[in-house]
């Protein structure tokens, strides 16, 4: 079974500065997706990017981009230019991209504080 | 609607007694899933629901917990004789499809709190 970790519970950056969000998987397979979800203090769980295995190049939406390295099986996020709005929990996940494994398997989270 | 929808958005209840949680997907998605999601601790994939496909039930802990979708639309969770430790945020979400990445959309949660 895939597993996802976060090993970072906590982190901090000043607002502006760049941070970068770790996250390891482990899985056999050679096709699969990854994605980077937020979850503010409202619960709602949005999705900030993803990332497809078979695409060597990294994803980015804006000031949020990902250090996709698929032998090392790492998913980083990368957070430019914080704002005091990025404060959440970040979850990353992994998605099987064969059929009848379509749940999202997900980390256990990493609190984001944004210093003003 | 726009987007996921579920109600209630906060339940209390008490120990023993069953309780039943609503999700509202966004209109055409035929993916539909249940997560759990304990304090301070990530989403527990609980059930996922794929047009009329046979559920993937694997996620769910105990014959407590069942789940339905009527009509391949609105899904509804039960929970017969709640436990302190169901308390928890229930999240669902929905997709236009399984297993080729499109995006999964997720509500804003119930949260069920077992006095």
């Known amino acids: 079974a895939q597993t996802v970790t976060q090993s970072q519970p906590e982190m901090s950056v000043q607002e502006a500065e760049t941070v970068t969000l770790s996250c390891t998987y482990d899985?056999?397979?050679?096709?699969?997706?990854l994605f980077w979800y937020k979850q503010p203090p409202s619960r709602q769980m949005i999705l900030v990017i993803r990332?497809?295995?078979?695409?060597?190049q990294n994803a980015t939406e804006n000031r949020f981009s990902v250090n996709f390295q698929k032998a090392a099986k790492s998913f980083s996020l990368k957070i430019s230019d914080s704002q005091l709005g990025d404060a959440a929990m970040y979850f990353c996940?992994?998605?099987?991209?064969?059929?009848?494994?379509?749940?999202?398997?997900f980390g256990k989270g990493t609190k984001l504080t944004v210093n003003p | 609607g726009a987007g996921v929808s579920q109600s209630p958005s906060n339940k209390v209840t008490e120990k023993g007694k069953d309780v039943e949680l609503r999700c509202d997907p966004i209109?055409?998605?035929?993916?539909l899933y249940w997560y759990r999601q304990s304090l301070g601790q990530g989403l527990e994939f609980l059930i996922y629901?794929?047009?009329?496909?046979?559920?993937?039930k694997s996620g769910l802990p105990s014959d407590r917990f069942s789940a339905e979708r009527t009509g391949g639309s609105v899904s509804t969770l039960t929970i017969q004789r709640t436990q302190q430790e169901d308390s928890a945020v229930y999240l669902c979400?929905?997709?236009?499809?399984?297993?080729?990445?499109?995006?999964?959309?997720f509500g804003e949660g119930s949260w069920l709190t077992v006095v």
């Open positions: 996940a992994y998605r099987s991209a064969w059929g009848g494994s379509e749940k999202l398997v």
């Open positions: 979400a929905s997709s236009a499809t399984g297993g080729d990445g499109n995006t999964i959309y």
């Open positions: 629901f794929q047009g009329n496909s046979a559920p993937d």
């Open positions: 209109s055409g998605h035929t993916a």
């Open positions: 990332q497809e295995a078979y695409k060597q």
């Open positions: 899985t056999s397979e050679s096709d699969y997706y």
